[in-house]
Every structure is written in structure tokens, then in C-alpha cells.
């Protein structure tokens, strides 16, 4: 049974990166959000002294594959790209 939490206060720029992940299709909803954030902490904590994968939507994945095959290209100079598409790439391998 999940825990009810009445009341979460985000910054604006936390909002503004919940809508934006949303909007992609990376998560669902914002109980998506906390929950992959929840995740990271208690592997960084190694909560329980156990280790806990982080699941990543199959959205954010596919960005990162795409993202690290595009610089790969560019580093072989085998594309050209804009200034914008290296920045999102940049963006998107970090995630």
C-alpha cells in the first residue's frame, strides 16, 4: 500500500523540469518524478545496505542512446550539426 503525501512544494525551476519531463514522455505523472528521485537517493545512500537500481523510462534511455551515438558521429566527423543539436544531445547524455 503507497504512502498518501498530502502536500509537496517545488521551486518554480523544479516545476518547470517536472512539466517539461512529463511533456516528453519520460514520466507519467509527478509520482513518476519523486519516485525516480527517491530511487537515485537511496542508491547514493545505499539505503538498507543494499545497492537499488535505478529505473529509468524507456524514454529517457532511448534520448541517451541517441544523444551519445549522435556525438559519436560528430567526433568522427561523419555529421555535421547545429548548434542547438549538440546542445540538446549534451542535455540528453545527461540525463
Not at 512539466?19 to 537515485?40: C, F, P, T
Not at 556525438?71 to 547545429?82: G, I
Request: proline letters at 4%; zero cysteines; glycine letters at 8%.
Amino acid at each position: 500500500m503507497g504512502i498518501i503525501v498530502p502536500n509537496i512544494h517545488l521551486t518554480e525551476p523544479m516545476q518547470e523540469y517536472v512539466r517539461s519531463q512529463i511533456a516528453a514522455g519520460a514520466y507519467a505523472n509527478l509520482s513518476e518524478v519523486v519516485r525516480a528521485g527517491i530511487r537515485l537517493l537511496m542508491r547514493n545512500d545505499g539505503a538498507f545496505g543494499v545497492a537499488m537500481p535505478v529505473h529509468e523510462p524507456e524514454a529517457v534511455v532511448e534520448r541517451r542512446k541517441q544523444a551519445a551515438q549522435g556525438m559519436r558521429a560528430v567526433r568522427a566527423k561523419t555529421r555535421d550539426v547545429s548548434d542547438a543539436e549538440l546542445k540538446q544531445w549534451r542535455e540528453d547524455g545527461r540525463r
